[in-house]
């Protein structure tokens, strides 16, 4: 009985491990048939390492050749994860590490964690190393597996806060363009957020390299497998001229902080000086603006970034591009060319300036109880900017083709400046646009009345446009004619300085306009500056240069009106357009024509001659 029972037993032992047997073998066959690359690529994962070696990235250039933003070479700590996780003695390790890198344990976690992609990939802890981290950490090499140090490179501003809103900066890849951008950028990777830095990356970036190497059980290179040189990335020259940059910058907020004594309180505003034969941006001017270098310094990049993000006066918005202003008197010129087109009045035709319209536009001697201007034509009218003149005839003129010429001019579109994708496009109004914004009121408030059509005919109401967008209409004046698409990059140039892509001027269109029409109006604007009763002839007072321009000032109510000024020189060959919006500097003489005139002195190489300067 005993016996039947123990081989009863020793059956039910031997099927059991035969089953065992069988599944073990089973789960060896599918081991080595179905799973052998991935053993094998982590077999090589544990030998091997790919380091990747990031390009330099290029350099940002003005058009005359001078760096404005470079690469310098620096050095960068390190760490693969998985060489020190595998290891008993990771909390020691990371003792010594941060001993030398002067960091926590939990701070050297916490980057960890910021940085691992996949356990393999090394993180980059601290960048732009003192050379005697370098020696420390060689010098422990034994106790600290998978560290070690890349060489990199570290982004410069050279010029502070110059171009700023152009230029822009780097930060941290999001996760968002670590989707778009691909492979070929990890996590701690810095990455254009703004300006030409994010919409040239894929110039400036580079091409990536590598190096395999074969690794001890300590994690140390023993051998170097294979390798691929980085590419370093193109170079941008822009069309700006970093002298006169500076220059608009800094006259700009000495002009304006000078007006403080006056009890005018503007410090914002934008400047933007432009080639009339090319369209070519030579200054763009934004104020105020921010230092891209600070928001790469691990120390600060946070609070300064939160600190421009609440700052009310918008350091990061680019007023030139983005700011949208009612123009004033500045927009009288394209009112003028209009006008003489659709031959509502003739140049020389007189007209009696009362100084008060028939839907009650008022001129500027009226407000101030002076004795109106009286029998005026075109010349005299742009000269002492008299609102009762271009109301009447622009109501003459009517909203429709009124909108179509402001339009031809570029106004309520995009300029076409390809480094701007936030371009804001001002607005032209008209009778389709006033019914569906109040499409909600009553029905008369939804009706397109002659005192609207007056209030754009002076630049005052709806009338919405950008600095950029008056220095194109103004550049079309000067040449006569034609729409350039404005630039703000000149070449994109290998490392090695050959010519990858070379602006040439593109026309957007050229304008039907009469060359008596040109004529008359150029003449007007040239009276603003040389007329006795000329609104920027104080200004100008004794400078060399044939000028035309036109003092501008867009109420704000409450508050002290804008200040603008927009002009060309010399009349009869144009170089170039300056066009000047002070926020807030109470009239167009008082703040912004003195700033165009001292830019114009500079860019002439007028204010190293005693007496033409104010």
Avoid: C
Avoid at 29 to 45: D, H, K, S, T
Avoid at 353 to 365: E, K, L, N, P
């Amino acid at each position: 009985m005993k016996d039947k029972v123990f081989e009863k037993r020793l059956g039910i032992f031997f099927k059991i491990l035969f089953l065992v047997i069988l599944i073990l073998a089973g789960r060896l066959w599918y081991l080595q048939i179905f799973q052998v690359n991935r053993y094998v690529q982590m077999a090589e994962g544990n030998r091997m390492r790919r380091i990747r070696l990031t390009p330099t990235r290029g350099e940002i250039l003005d058009r005359n050749g001078d760096v404005l933003i470079r690469s310098r070479p620096a050095y960068t700590v390190s760490l693969i994860p998985d060489a020190l996780y595998n290891k008993s003695s990771s909390s020691e390790e990371l003792e010594v590490l941060g001993e030398i890198l002067g960091l926590t344990n939990e701070e050297l976690q916490e980057l960890m964690k910021k940085g691992q992609t996949y356990p393999y990939e090394p993180v980059r802890l601290i960048e732009d190393v003192d050379p005697s981290v370098v020696v420390a950490i060689e010098e422990n090499r034994a106790r600290l597996p998978g560290v070690f140090i890349e060489e990199g490179w570290i982004r410069e501003y050279l010029y502070s806060d110059l171009a700023s809103h152009l230029v822009g900066y780097l930060g941290i890849i999001n996760e968002h363009e670590l989707r778009e951008y691909g492979s070929s950028y990890n996590s701690s990777d810095l990455v254009g957020k703004s300006g030409i830095e994010l919409l040239y990356e894929d110039y400036l970036r580079g091409k990536l390299g590598s190096v395999t190497v074969e690794v001890n059980a300590l994690s140390r290179p023993i051998k170097t497998i294979g390798s691929l040189e980085p590419i370093p990335g193109y170079n941008i020259e822009m069309s700006i001229d970093k002298d006169l940059q500076q220059f608009v910058q800094q006259t700009f907020i000495e002009h304006t902080a000078s007006l403080k004594e006056r009890e005018i309180n503007a410090s914002s505003g934008a400047v933007v000086v432009l080639n009339p034969k090319t369209g070519e941006i030579l200054a763009m001017v934004s104020v105020p603006g921010y230092e891209p270098g600070r928001l790469l310094d691990p120390s600060e990049r946070s609070s300064y970034y939160a600190q421009l993000i609440t700052d009310p006066s918008l350091p990061f918005f680019n007023r030139a591009l983005q700011g949208q202003y009612g123009p004033g008197s500045v927009f009288k010129p394209f009112i003028a060319v209009a006008m003489l087109e659709e031959e509502v009045v003739e140049p020389d035709e007189l007209f009696n300036a009362t100084g008060v319209s028939q839907y009650g536009v008022r001129d500027w001697v009226i407000t101030q109880r002076l004795a109106p201007f009286g029998l005026i034509n075109l010349t005299d009218a742009m000269a002492v900017s008299s609102n009762h003149y271009f109301a009447e005839f622009g109501v003459k003129v009517g909203i429709d083709r009124l909108s179509k010429w402001l339009r031809e001019f570029g106004f309520g579109a995009p300029t076409g400046l390809v480094a701007a994708p936030q371009e804001a496009i001002g607005l032209v109004p008209d009778r389709e646009w006033k019914r569906q914004r109040f499409s909600n009121a009553p029905v008369y408030e939804q009706v397109w009345y002659p005192t609207d059509t007056e209030q754009i005919s002076i630049g005052q109401g709806f009338i919405t446009v950008t600095p950029l967008q008056l220095a194109v209409g103004y550049s079309a004046i000067a040449n006569r004619g034609t729409i350039y698409q404005p630039t703000i990059i000149k070449r994109i140039l290998s490392p090695e300085g050959n010519v990858i892509q070379e602006h040439t001027p593109v026309i957007t269109r050229k304008l039907d306009v009469s060359s008596e029409t040109w004529d008359a109006v150029i003449k007007g604007m040239e009276a603003v500056i040389t007329h006795p009763r000329g609104t920027a002839r104080n200004v100008f007072n004794d400078f060399p240069i044939s000028v035309a321009g036109k003092t501008g000032s867009y109420e704000i109510p409450g508050k002290d009106a804008h200040g603008l000024f927009g002009a060309f020189a010399p009349i009869d060959d144009p170089e170039i357009v300056v066009v000047v919006v002070v926020e807030h500097g109470y009239g167009g003489s008082t703040s912004a024509a003195p700033i165009a005139r001292k830019i114009l002195d500079y860019y002439f190489g007028l204010d190293q001659i005693e007496g033409l300067t104010d």
